[in-house]
């Protein structure tokens, strides 16, 4: 396996019972094709000979901040420019404390104060020392700085007692590092998706919209983002914090998204449909607040166009996934949409269920497409939106694309 080749993990070791895993976790790294280096703090050495490492890696071991014949291979400052990734298992509550001080006075911590890589934490000590508000206050300092907190476990300690302080076993600690190197699926891909209801004006005050919040368009904004891709989110009115990097493009009618859709689709990759837009809007939107005078009022209402079939039938087309939300029939609702509308895949749910659909956290969803379909189970619309994106990502992958 070679998930790693031509990565350079530098592996501190700080001294704690858990050293002795950290030279597992070397082996894993190695295994995965990465270059690994060593550098133990003073401390590390009472669990653990250099030796080890040196044997795993076939490299010097880096312990002393002025070490002759370390600094032959290559000095602090050269490690820290080398590394892609310095991470610390054991980080022992004394070098937490030491990084979030920013203090210096050992090679691991010059070294981490050095480097401009990301940096990895993976905490391992008692549960009383883990659990105290110090040790808490500077992994909050260390996290407000961006370094990655992995763990601790919880469990049975080697002090004999059991809480979270455990690090975590060297096969979990791979994983991360395999995700946090591994190109996002929707890598270089730009991704649009409509989110919300819209808002069709009768006057300048009154209006006809749904009951969308938009959650299930703003979960999959950060989902598609996690997977790598640069997205563009068209919004109707909500009350949602804005994901990540997204770029994003407010409208109110149906109208006004047609027109932020059709004037940022070029170079759309994927184009994901989850707005609730109005089907219809008021005929006529009187300039005035309208007056109430007789007992009935009629209001006439007219099509809106359909953005995500204007946006299928264009000669460019990018790759197009529908919503559909129907109270029975789904499947053959949902494949009559699919071909009607020319999409590539449908993401169909039941509204009327409780808890399920309009504004609510948790969903479930019938996702079809030409060949296959796939259900998923109600979950949080964050899990909902990570595994539909995750369905899009391999569809797209595959088709002509
Ligand atoms: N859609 C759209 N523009 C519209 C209407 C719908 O882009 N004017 C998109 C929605 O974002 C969704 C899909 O089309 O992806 C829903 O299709 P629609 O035919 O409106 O289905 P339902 O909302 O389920 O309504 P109905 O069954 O009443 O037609």
């Given at each position: 396996?070679?998930?790693?080749?031509?990565?350079?993990?530098?592996?501190?070791?700080?001294?704690?019972?858990?050293?002795?895993?950290?030279?597992?976790?070397?082996?894993?790294?190695?295994?995965?094709?990465?270059?690994?280096?060593?550098?133990?703090?003073?401390?590390?050495?009472?669990?653990?000979?250099?030796?080890?490492?040196?044997?795993?890696?076939?490299?010097?071991?880096?312990?002393?901040?002025?070490?002759?014949?370390?600094?032959?291979?290559?000095?602090?400052?050269?490690?820290?420019?080398?590394?892609?990734?310095?991470?610390?298992?054991?980080?022992?509550?004394?070098?937490?404390?030491?990084?979030?001080?920013?203090?210096?006075?050992?090679?691991?911590?010059?070294?981490?104060?050095?480097?401009?890589?990301?940096?990895?934490?993976?905490?391992?000590?008692?549960?009383?020392?883990?659990?105290?508000?110090?040790?808490?206050?500077?992994?909050?300092?260390?996290?407000?700085?961006?370094?990655?907190?992995?763990?601790?476990?919880?469990?049975?300690?080697?002090?004999?007692?059991?809480?979270?302080?455990?690090?975590?076993?060297?096969?979990?600690?791979?994983?991360?590092?395999?995700?946090?190197?591994?190109?996002?699926?929707?890598?270089?891909?730009?991704?649009?998706?409509?989110?919300?209801?819209?808002?069709?004006a009768i006057d300048p005050v009154r209006?006809?919209?749904?009951?969308?919040?938009?959650?299930?368009?703003?979960?999959?904004?950060?989902?598609?983002?996690?997977?790598?891709?640069?997205?563009?989110?068209?919004?109707?009115?909500?009350?949602?914090?804005?994901?990540?990097?997204?770029?994003?493009?407010?409208?109110?009618?149906?109208?006004?998204?047609?027109?932020?859709?059709?004037?940022?689709?070029?170079?759309?990759?994927?184009?994901?449909?989850?707005?609730?837009?109005?089907?219809?809007?008021?005929?006529?939107q009187a300039a005035d607040k309208?007056?109430?005078?007789?007992?009935?009022?009629?209001?006439?209402?007219?099509?809106?166009?359909?953005?995500?079939?204007?946006?299928?039938?264009?000669?460019?087309?990018?790759?197009?996934?529908?919503?559909?939300?129907?109270?029975?029939?789904?499947?053959?609702?949902?494949?009559?949409?699919?071909?009607?509308?020319?999409?590539?895949?449908?993401?169909?749910?039941?509204?009327?269920?409780?808890?399920?659909?309009?504004?609510?956290?948790?969903?479930?969803?019938?996702?079809?497409?030409?060949?296959?379909?796939?259900?998923?189970?109600?979950?949080?619309?964050?899990?909902?939106?990570?595994?539909?994106?995750?369905?899009?990502?391999?569809?797209?992958?595959?088709?002509?694309?």
């Amino acid at each position: 396996m070679t998930d790693l080749l031509n990565k350079n993990i530098l592996l501190g070791v700080s001294g704690g019972i858990a050293a002795y895993k950290a030279a597992e976790l070397c082996r894993l790294l190695i295994k995965q094709g990465a270059s690994v280096r060593v550098v133990m703090s003073p401390a590390a050495e009472e669990f653990i000979r250099p030796l080890t490492f040196h044997a795993l890696t076939g490299h010097a071991v880096y312990v002393e901040l002025f070490d002759a014949e370390a600094s032959n291979a290559m000095d602090h400052i050269e490690l820290a420019r080398w590394a892609d990734l310095l991470l610390i298992a054991p980080a022992t509550a004394d070098t937490l404390a030491k990084l979030a001080q920013g203090y210096a006075d050992n090679l691991l911590l010059t070294i981490a104060l050095a480097t401009e890589s990301q940096i990895a934490l993976a905490p391992a000590m008692n549960q009383q020392m883990y659990q105290k508000q110090a040790t808490q206050d500077n992994l909050k300092t260390l996290a407000s700085r961006s370094l990655l907190l992995w763990g601790p476990d919880e469990g049975e300690q080697a002090c004999g007692e059991s809480g979270p302080g455990r690090m975590l076993e060297p096969g979990h600690l791979l994983q991360k590092v395999l995700a946090l190197f591994k190109p996002g699926r929707l890598q270089g891909l730009n991704v649009m998706i409509t989110a919300g209801p819209t808002r069709e004006a009768i006057d300048p005050v009154r209006y006809i919209s749904n009951r969308s919040s938009g959650k299930m368009g703003y979960a999959l904004a950060e989902a598609a983002i996690n997977a790598g891709a640069k997205v563009t989110l068209v919004s109707g009115p909500v009350c949602l914090p804005v994901p990540g990097s997204a770029q994003l493009l407010t409208c109110q009618s149906a109208d006004d998204m047609l027109q932020q859709v059709l004037s940022h689709i070029n170079g759309i990759d994927i184009f994901i449909a989850s707005a609730a837009v109005a089907d219809y809007r008021p005929q006529q939107q009187a300039a005035d607040k309208i007056k109430k005078s007789a007992d009935e009022m009629t209001l006439k209402l007219v099509r809106n166009p359909d953005v995500l079939a204007t946006v299928s039938s264009l000669e460019q087309r990018p790759f197009c996934v529908g919503f559909a939300a129907e109270t029975a029939d789904l499947e053959t609702h949902a494949r009559i949409k699919l071909q009607q509308k020319r999409l590539d895949v449908i993401a169909a749910n039941w509204v009327h269920e409780k808890h399920s659909g309009f504004d609510v956290d948790e969903n479930a969803l019938s996702v079809f497409w030409a060949q296959g379909e796939r259900q998923l189970e109600r979950q949080s619309k964050t899990v909902i939106a990570a595994q539909l994106v995750d369905i899009i990502a391999d569809l797209f992958h595959s088709a002509s694309h």
